[in-house]
C-alpha cells in the first residue's frame, strides 16, 4: 500500500528558533498533502492544504507566516514552524492523496512528529 | 460548521466482547463519513468508509452504516480480538476525503483484554 513518511518522528527545540519536519510519499506521487495538528486527547484538526508547485491553502485561525508550507516535488512537502513557541508543542501529521491510486478518495497518513519547545 | 463526536475511551472490553463505539456528525452539506484506526507507533489507517445515505461500510469484521436520518455513523464489530487495540477516529468530508482535509472526532482508545 501506499506509504508516507515523516521526519523527525520527534525534535526538541529552544523557543525562538525555527525547525522543518518533512513529509514524505515513499511510493506514490502526492498532487495533494494535508497538515494536521493534535492536541493530547483532541482531535487532528487541519492546518494547510497544501498542493504542489502553488501555495498552500490554509484554514481559519492559522497563522500562515509562523507556519511556512513549501510543495516542491509530488513526493515532498515541508512544514517549517518559525520562531517557535512552548504553544506550538504539540503532534503534527501529514497525509498525502494518491489521485491516481486504487482509492483516489483516501488520504494516507505518515506517522506524526513529535515537537517540543523548551 | 462541520464536526464529529465520538464517545471518549478509554473503552475496555475482554477479548471476544461486542463493540460499539458511537458516531454522530453535522455538516453543512453531505458527507462522506470515515473511520480510521491507529496503532501504537503507526500513522492512521482508512479502517472503512461510506459515501451515501444507508451505505455500509465493513473491513477486518469492523461494520459502520451511514444514517443520514440520525446522522450518525457508529462502528460495530461482533467479537473483538486483542490485536483491535488501537484508537479509532470518526472522520468526515464534503469532497469524498480525497480533494480536501478531513474533519476528526477526538478519537476513541479501545483496550482488549485477554
Known amino acids: 500500500g501506499a506509504v508516507v513518511s515523516q521526519h523527525p518522528s520527534r525534535v526538541i527545540c529552544k523557543s525562538g528558533t525555527s525547525v522543518k519536519i518533512e513529509c514524505r510519499s515513499l511510493?506514490?506521487?502526492?498532487?495533494?498533502m494535508f497538515w494536521y495538528r493534535q492536541f493530547p486527547k483532541q482531535s487532528l484538526m487541519l492546518m494547510a492544504t497544501?498542493?504542489?508547485?502553488?501555495?498552500?491553502?490554509?484554514e481559519q485561525g492559522v497563522e500562515k507566516d509562523k507556519f511556512l508550507i513549501n510543495h516542491a516535488s509530488l513526493t515532498l512537502s515541508t512544514l517549517t514552524v518559525t520562531s517557535a513557541h512552548p504553544e506550538d508543542s504539540s503532534f503534527y501529521i501529514c497525509?498525502?492523496?494518491?489521485?491516481?491510486?486504487?482509492?483516489?478518495?483516501?488520504?494516507?497518513f505518515g506517522p506524526g512528529t513529535r515537537l517540543t519547545v523548551t | 460548521g462541520n464536526s464529529v463526536t465520538q464517545m471518549e475511551g478509554p473503552v475496555t472490553l475482554s477479548e471476544e466482547a461486542f463493540l460499539t463505539i458511537n458516531c454522530t456528525y453535522t455538516?453543512?452539506?453531505?458527507?462522506?463519513l470515515f473511520w480510521y484506526v491507529q496503532y501504537p507507533g503507526e500513522g492512521l489507517q482508512l479502517l472503512l468508509k461510506?459515501?451515501?445515505?444507508?451505505d455500509k461500510g465493513s473491513n477486518k469484521g469492523f461494520e459502520a452504516t451511514y444514517r443520514k436520518e440520525t446522522t450518525s455513523f457508529h462502528l460495530e464489530k461482533g467479537s473483538v480480538q486483542v490485536s483491535d487495540s488501537a484508537v479509532y477516529f470518526c472522520?468526515?468530508?464534503?469532497?469524498?476525503?480525497?480533494?480536501?482535509?478531513?474533519?476528526f472526532g477526538k478519537g476513541t482508545h479501545l483496550i482488549i483484554q485477554p
Open positions: 511510493d506514490f506521487q502526492a498532487t495533494t
Open positions: 461510506a459515501t451515501k445515505a444507508d
Open positions: 497544501s498542493n504542489e508547485g502553488s501555495k498552500a491553502t490554509y
Open positions: 472522520a468526515l468530508s464534503l469532497s469524498g476525503g480525497g480533494a480536501d482535509g478531513l474533519t
Open positions: 455538516a453543512t452539506g453531505y458527507p462522506s
Open positions: 497525509s498525502a492523496r494518491d489521485p491516481f491510486g486504487r482509492s483516489s478518495y483516501e488520504q494516507y
